[in-house]
């Protein structure tokens, strides 16, 4: 206790450091305010909240403004959906892939792109969230609701992306993923105070059982998250001006799990699709109500092992795609290093491509188990608001976006010459490059 009392002193003794916490703070403040202003023409007393479906997970992303029909109902949802449709154009489009070799104005011209990308999405966006709010709510003309509510939908977006730019410029970084983060523990009090609340008192130990898993499960993602497999690396002598350099040992860390959370949102997109299908013919089809019925429950076995079965897919997809072995061999051999006993070149990228190959599959395995665990907790009587936060996209995202931020802290403390936030180990987070470090 005495040395977190310390880290929070050196933390707010560096005025930089004190600066961007509060910056961030205060960004933050103006986002949950916003999460609670109307939309302009929406009667909040007739308001029927729908959060079933994909609008219960895009409800807990933003922290309830997509239930409360706030200016800011679709948040930064927009910008994350064409964020990753300019990341796989700059994987399959060679136009793309050009632009994104140039550098920094190359950055800014898909930054530029993704941006007005964002708007387009937005208003398409705009009209479907237009659709689910009850007639009732709506107190003027539908016509002109419609119109006012795309503005007003987009402006709020655009407002929201201006805001996650300002805490990554500003603050302590990661701005985008800080709002997502936020908009998810914005819901965890309510949670978990109506799941103590559901149990009463003769559940009382069965919700702290529920709490120590609950503890277990994110220890245990925050070790899925930061589990690595270390290629050693060797780098041949130097001969300088006037001495013998000896070689360099280095390694390559391979994330365990490198695509991220995005199998489970490429998954969870997917699985939207069987039951929507099975609408168009559900009057007139009993095999169409059953497969729009059992895609609709997610705590169904058949849900749960078409969603494991795509994460697993789209984990080596992922991975794929971020990771290239035929790059890092190139660079290895550019730079004079090679992996004990393999020959530099096609070998070093073989090797590195059968690793990646191994580790991705526990890592596969693992990432299914954690999307599917929320269902598994409703099972066993745990309430749908709290379980959501036992696994999933939720988790894995707070995991990940407060291994970042702590890693940014620590980078201030050890650059101040404080000492770090932690005694041993070393924090890597979500966002990491793959690299060689020493």
Known sequence: MKKFITTLKNIFAIEDLRVRILNTLFFIAIFRL???????????????????????????????????????????????????????????????????????????????????????????????????????????????????????????????????????????????????????????????????????????????????????????????????????????????????????????????????????????SLMFLPSMIASIWAESSETANYIGATFSDFTSWQYNVVFGLLILVFTYFYTAISVNPNQIADDLKRSGGFIPGVKPGRSTSEYIDAILTKITLPGAIYLALVAIFPAIAMLFGVTREFSQFFGGTSLLIMVGVVLDTLKQVESYLLMRHYDGMMKSGKLRGRTENIAMVS
Do not use: H
């Open 34 to 268: 916003g999460s609670f202003v109307v939309l302009p023409g929406v009667d909040p007393s007739q308001l029927q909240a729908n959060t079933s479906g994909i609008f219960g997970l895009l409800d807990t992303f933003l922290g309830g403004a997509f239930s409360n029909a706030s200016i800011f109902a679709l948040g930064i949802m927009p910008y994350i959906s064409a964020s990753i449709v300019l990341q796989l154009l700059t994987i399959a489009v060679p136009y793309f892939q050009k632009m994104q070799k140039e550098g920094e104005s190359g950055r800014k011209k898909i930054n530029q792109i993704t941006r007005v990308l964002t708007i387009v999405i937005t208003l398409a966006q705009a009209v479907g969230f237009v659709s689910t709010i009850n007639a009732e709510a709506i107190v003027i003309n539908q016509a002109l609701f419609t119109i006012t509510s795309m503005i007003v939908l987009t402006s709020g977006t655009v407002f929201c992306m201006w805001l996650g730019e300002k805490i990554t410029d500003k603050g302590i970084g990661n701005g985008i993923s800080m709002l997502i983060m936020i908009g998810i523990i914005s819901r965890f009090p309510g949670a978990i105070l109506f799941e103590a609340t559901s149990k009463q008192l003769d559940g009382a130990l069965l919700f702290i059982f529920e709490l120590v898993i609950l503890f277990l499960v994110v220890m245990s993602v925050v070790m899925l998250t930061q589990a690595v497999r270390r290629i050693p690396v060797q780098y041949a002598k130097q001969v300088g001006a006037s001495s013998l350099y000896s070689g360099q040992r280095q390694f390559i860390p391979l994330k365990v799990n490198a695509a991220g959370v995005m199998p489970i949102i490429f998954a969870q």
